[in-house]
């Protein structure tokens, strides 16, 4: 299949769990979409890219290590992708990928995931922390700094007086994820 002929599949793909799954299914059955779903989700001006999103993290909730030939080029172009529904599965898969890294089971991104790949996902992550993001994302981001702040002591202090700061002015959701997180981190 060509970059176009997946362009033109990912048209289909809705909302429905079943239809991400299906195309999430395709892509894992041939890792030669990888690359070229990889390209559709960093075209960050075009609707489709929030479809291939969605695909690719469905990819990486059922077969996480299908990704690590591509993780320079996931966390390089992370930063650039805008669209809200796209967004929010970027988050996602960082957060995918710092549990699996501190995951007590043992498993190839612990030794894949350099630190280059983990400096890009936090800041990133602090981006989404910082900027006029939904909830989603932000929990997503939040959870993963958390873990992170494991080896990087200074992220657990930025990481609350952001939480801190903004906990007034956001929503409901954003609150009990930034107690928890809070928590968290104060037992630590």
Known sequence: MTTDQLYQELNYVNHSRAKRLYYANI???????????????????DKVS???AWVFEFMCGEHLEASIPYLDTFTEHMHKVHFDSAVRPVAKICEYLIKAYYSKTKNRIQSELLPKHRERIIESCFDYMINDEKIAPKAYAMNTLFLLGKDYDWIHPELVLILERDYQMQSSGFKARARHILKKIKTS
């Open 27 to 45: 892509v894992i059955d041939n890792p030669g979409l990888i690359p070229k779903l990889l390209n559709i989700l960093f075209m960050v001006d």
């Open 50 to 52: 929030c479809r291939a």
